[in-house]
Nanobody
């Protein structure tokens, strides 16, 4: 089992920035990919970004490309999501997830999930 704990969410004005963190613990040696997803009220959970635990491969949803940056600190078993130029439509609960397989934007490919952290962007 892998446990994931997100932090860093909050209320920010449009155009502002936030940095989310996700700390992993437990059987992290099986971690291949860590990803961020988000879910707005009444909408399906959608892919935001992902990063391989080794190497430099990353992937982003078109809606956040050039505004969000995913990074990791292997020594701390932590992945980050730096969110800049935030928009009202970025408002959602943001979830961290781990895949023991290959990088994917499909939420069903992820095996473990955190409890989520709320991000609210006021316009």
């Amino acid at each position: 089992q892998v446990q994931l704990v997100e932090s860093g969410g909050g209320l920010v004005q449009a155009g502002g920035s936030l940095r989310l963190s996700c700390a992993a613990s437990g059987r992290t040696f099986n971690t291949a990919v860590m990803g961020w997803f988000r879910q707005a009220p009444g909408k399906e959970r959608e892919f935001v970004a992902a990063i391989r635990w080794s190497g430099s491969s990353t992937a982003y949803a078109d809606s956040v490309k050039d505004r969000f940056t995913i990074s990791r600190d292997n020594a701390k078993n932590t992945v980050y999501l730096q969110m800049n130029s935030l928009k009202a439509e970025d408002t959602a609960v943001y979830y961290c997830a781990v895949s023991t397989g290959y990088m994917s934007d499909n939420r069903f490919r992820y095996d473990y999930w955190g409890q989520g952290t709320q991000v609210t962007v006021s316009s």
